[in-house]
Nanobody, 126 residues
Framework: EVQLQASGGGLAQAGGSLRLSCTASGFTFDDYAVSWFRQIPGQEREAVSC????????WYADSVKGRFTVSSGNAKNTVYLRLDNLEPGDTAAYYC???????????????????WGQGTLVTVSS
């Protein structure tokens, strides 16, 4: 079965770090753009990062730029999102998603991903 699994969430202090993982089952990420989304309590879901070999560099939302880093694992079925300098406002459910032959930059539409993982909860204490 083709699916994604997001993991790595937990409790962190402000200024701390976490590393989230997105692991694919049944396929690899070679021809996919992999995006990270989050839903902050009381707010709409937003895209925070994206990585694709169709782009020269990953994409980051302004709210996380300089603090979060997305990377591809050598196993080609895992993408990571490292969260540094965490802030209480980063508290959210984080989701990963993949779209075949997708790109990250100059993207007109989001949320049309082919596969979605379940959320992993990140809680940042003050």
């Amino acid at each position: 079965e083709v699916q994604l699994q997001a993991s790595g969430g937990g409790l962190a202090q402000a200024g701390g770090s976490l590393r989230l993982s997105c692991t694919a089952s049944g396929f690899t990420f070679d021809d996919y753009a992999v995006s990270w989304f989050r839903q902050i309590p009381g707010q709409e879901r937003e895209a925070v990062s994206c990585i694709s070999n169709r782009d020269e560099s990953p994409w980051y939302a302004d709210s996380v730029k300089g603090r979060f880093t997305v990377s591809s694992g050598n196993a080609k079925n895992t993408v990571y999102l490292r969260l540094d300098n965490l802030e209480p406002g980063d508290t959210a459910a984080y989701y990963c998603a993949a779209i075949h032959m997708g790109r990250c930059h100059d993207r007109d539409l989001w949320f049309d991903e082919d596969y979605w993982g379940q959320g992993t909860l990140v809680t940042v204490s003050s």
